[in-house]
């Protein structure tokens, strides 16, 4: 088989991608012989398909086109070459499988995927990679020799969610806070300057999408659209729709409806996990994090912080949102269930607001209420807190106007602590265990 593994170059001139180009044709179909120089994709694509027909008859070809998004640079004539040579030569040869990936989703969406021109409907698999979960994040640091309790991983996870690169440079021998210490808190650290980095290898225009996170991400509860634009109006240059729907593509924010409200109610929110943890924790430290050579005990100071008890509760509820079908096996839910969230705003000064961090609309008459809840030891319920949940059952009820049986469901990092209170409101309870629960589910259930 001949496999011909071509790679874009971030920020690279045409000169240098073409460049890079001809020279893996050569390697690859002319035991590295030097291949002349072409001056435009046409050319390049030419040479690449004369070597093709060139090839050993029954040996196989497969094509990688790696970080796709960086050779397309502006007017390069990468995408209709590309066409073209696609449509004429390639789409007959049995022999021939190309592959084109890239960090940037929104990129291969728009100009494969649902590609309008040439490459309409020439796609014939999409290869989605997401997140690990905590269950393959814990294997995959055991593979590295770290073996980390359930509750370390958790830490880790909410930090650096379950993105293999982040966790390859988790050391061995350390604590979570440790490490991220060593990556996030000290001068030299791996990560203190990512997020400008992940934005500028993703997207074009990165301060722009890095600005628009900042705004969603000041906004623990979410913010709906026109309050983005009017907050992003000097700074985006408008197109806000369209770099809302890029980072959603890419993983970095979620659109919700909540719970039986119209379009008109939809908001976002940050479900990175290493943004929101940046954005609370790195960006407003920056200037004490360049000071440091070591970052030992930093983060282990903050948290006992208040910041890091809201910030937690925070991110344990975007790693929960990841973990759909885990607490909807733990809790003995249909995957029929309609999954929301909820929240009232108050129009009179003397109602109470009320948020509903999930819930699940069931096929059997019933609405699993689900409150969210990290906690390092076993949360309890007491007389206070009660009151509290009592609250949000009946407004819910009273508000939404839904006649159905209303359970409540407790998702906690630490199991329930058996109370008065706890053995008369709660009806399920998914703890940490049924998180790390491993199955075989359709990737967009996550």
């Keep these: ?77 990468f995408l209709v070459a590309f066409d073209y040579y696609w449509n004429r030569y390639w789409t ?36 989605e990679l997401y997140p690990f979960s905590l269950s393959e994040t814990k294997n ?45 808190f000290k001068k030299s650290g791996e990560l203190v300057k990512e997020f400008d980095r992940l934005f500028s290898s993703l997207f074009t225009d990165g301060e722009i999408y890095a600005s628009i996170i900042r705004v969603i991400g000041n906004h623990r509860y979410g913010i709906g659209q026109a309050k983005i634009v009017k907050a992003c109006a000097t700074s985006t240059g408008g197109r806000i729709s369209a770099r809302l729907k890029n980072l959603e593509e890419a993983g970095f924010i979620q659109e919700f409806i909540p719970y039986k409200h119209s ?11 290493f943004c929101l943890f940046y954005l609370s924790w790195i960006e407003p430290n920056l200037k004490t994090i360049m000071r440091q050579t070591s970052g030992s005990g930093y983060w282990l100071s903050k948290t006992q912080s208040q910041g890091w008890r809201s910030w937690s509760g925070y991110a344990f509820e975007s790693v929960c949102y990841k973990h759909i079908p885990e607490i909807r096996k733990a809790l003995n839910i249909d995957v029929g269930a309609e999954i929301g969230n909820w929240r009232y705003s108050p129009r009179k000064s003397e ?24 906690n390092a030891k076993p949360f309890l319920i007491d007389k206070p807190y009660a009151k509290v949940l009592m609250n949000k059952i009946n407004t819910f009820e009273k508000i939404s106007g839904i006649n159905k049986q209303i359970f409540l469901a407790i998702i906690t990092a630490n199991d329930l602590k058996s109370t008065l209170y706890s053995d008369e409101l709660v009806d ?17 259930d996550r």
């Design 351 to 374: 109602e109470s607001g009320c948020q509903i961090d999930l819930l699940f609309d069931r096929d059997d008459g019933v609405i699993t209420l689900c409150e969210i809840k990290y």
């Design 92 to 127: 007959q040869n049995n022999k021939l499988k190309v592959i084109v990936c890239g960090s940037s989703a929104s990129w291969i969406i728009e100009h494969f995927i649902n590609s309008k021109g040439g490459l309409y409907n020439r796609v014939t698999r999409i290869l």
């Design 140 to 184: 995959f640091l055991n593979r590295r020799g770290i073996k980390l309790n359930k509750s370390q991983v958790l830490e880790l996870y909410m930090i650096f969610g379950g993105i293999p690169h982040y966790l390859s440079l988790i050391p061995k021998g350390v604590s979570a806070a440790q490490a991220v210490d060593e990556l996030c």
């Design 263 to 273: 379009d008109k109610g939809r908001y976002y929110k940050v479900t990175d996990e």
């Design 1 to 77: 088989m001949h496999f011909f593994h071509c790679s874009g170059i971030q920020n690279g001139a045409a000169k240098d991608q073409l460049s890079a180009f001809v020279n893996q044709i050569g390697e690859t179909f002319y035991h590295s012989a030097e291949i002349a120089p072409q001056k435009k994709w046409m050319d390049a694509f030419n040479t690449l398909t004369k070597a093709i027909e060139k090839s050993s008859s029954d040996k196989k070809i497969v094509l990688l086109f790696d970080e796709a998004p960086w050779m397309a640079t502006k007017k390069s004539g």
């Design 428 to 444: 399920g309870v998914v703890t940490l265990d049924d998180l790390y629960t491993a199955g075989f589910y359709n990737a967009h």
